[in-house]
């Protein structure tokens, strides 16, 4: 039998939340009678498991896209519109006011069916697919950032095949009304689109740049979704420099983090959107290099960045109503469950 001993008192309340007590499989095998278990010597961040749908984010991403629908809008306007070497390219302010006053307010909602779609097919399994794996990866211990951006580059490549025939109802839908009338689609909403794309060019159709669309979305979940996780371990880690103020997991974190995640993943993705936007709506099969460097020898290689400020002033705010969304579906989530 082994002698008692008296261990410090040890106030449980005071530990950081988050933190669980790891014994060593030694100290454990050590043990032969009550009163003898070893003190706390080891303590070990541990993630908490996911205990949330796995469509949730796909709902948060519907909702962020309610709200930024008209800059994506203009966005695909503006990277489809061609315009002589010389001539000044339109602002984003300049499309939205040019289709209001032509069309009326409701037309820079046009595609909003779609969007949704992509949303509920893209988003949700790119963002169900990087909790599912984060979650496992956390077992363990806090998983590495390499790690973390190989499992949403996974999950990015996994949503964009997936969404691939959403998106190019969307970028059809918002660019119709530029296209000569004999050869518009005039798809009244996503699912007469979705139908009307698969019956009338079939798998080949669905699949239409399916390699851009995935490299985009495998760049897209890498610098979006990845680094937004990056963004507010880091700024939960550091306090500021000029105030020295520390953060808290709170909205103040998630809107700052995902305003960080939008403009590093707007400038990652930047070429491979221009060159998706222009395969999808474009009506003849050209391949991925003949467009690039078409655009590239008749508008130079700043092309790979057009609508650079349009995909910002969308993947920005976007970026922080999809996690601000995000985060609270997964708090009032929890609360219902627990």
């Not at 169900?128 to 790690?147: F, I, N, V």
């Not at 000029?242 to 707007?266: C, E, I, P, R």
């Not at 060159?275 to 078409?294: F, K, P, W």
Request: glycine share 8%; net charge positive.
């Amino acid at each position: 039998m082994c002698k008692r001993r008296q261990w410090p008192r040890i106030k449980l309340q005071s530990r950081p939340t988050g933190y669980i007590s790891v014994f060593s499989q030694n100290q454990i095998s050590s043990v032969s009678g009550a009163g003898c278990l070893p003190p706390l010597e080891e303590e070990r961040f541990q993630m908490p498991n996911s205990s949330y749908p796995f469509w949730l984010g796909g709902v948060a991403a519907s909702m962020a896209s309610s709200f930024t629908h008209p800059l994506d809008f203009a966005k695909v306007r503006m990277q489809t519109t061609e315009t002589a070497p010389g001539v000044k390219k339109p602002s984003i302010l300049t499309v939205l006011r040019t289709s209001v006053e032509q069309s009326g307010i409701r037309s820079v909602y046009t595609g909003l069916t779609a969007s949704w779609m992509r949303q509920m097919s893209y988003s949700l399994v790119r963002l169900g697919t990087y909790e599912e794996l984060k979650s496992r990866m956390s077992r363990d211990g806090p998983p590495s950032t390499l790690g973390l951006i190989a499992a949403a580059s996974f999950a990015g490549g996994l949503g964009g095949i997936v969404g691939n025939p959403a998106d190019i109802i969307l970028v059809r839908m918002t660019s119709d009304s530029m296209r000569p009338p004999e050869k518009r689609y005039g798809y009244s909403n996503a699912v007469t689109g979705l139908f009307n794309l698969a019956k009338e060019e079939g798998i080949r159709g669905l699949c239409r740049g399916l390699g851009t669309n995935t490299t985009r979305a495998v760049l897209m979940n890498a610098s979006q979704v990845g680094s937004y996780d990056y963004f507010k371990a880091t700024l939960l880690r550091y306090s500021g420099p000029v105030f020295n103020y520390q953060m808290k997991d709170n909205l103040l974190l998630h809107v700052s983090a995902s305003l960080l995640a939008g403009t590093f993943a707007t400038t990652v993705c930047s070429p491979a959107d221009v060159m998706r936007t222009r395969i999808m709506s474009s009506t003849s099969n050209a391949s991925l290099i003949h467009v690039l460097t078409s655009s590239i020898r008749e508008e130079g290689a700043r092309v790979l960045f057009k609508g650079w400020t349009p995909a910002f002033m969308r993947l920005g705010p976007n970026t922080v109503l999809l996690f601000v969304f995000f985060e609270q579906l997964k708090k009032g989530w929890k609360s219902m469950t627990v």
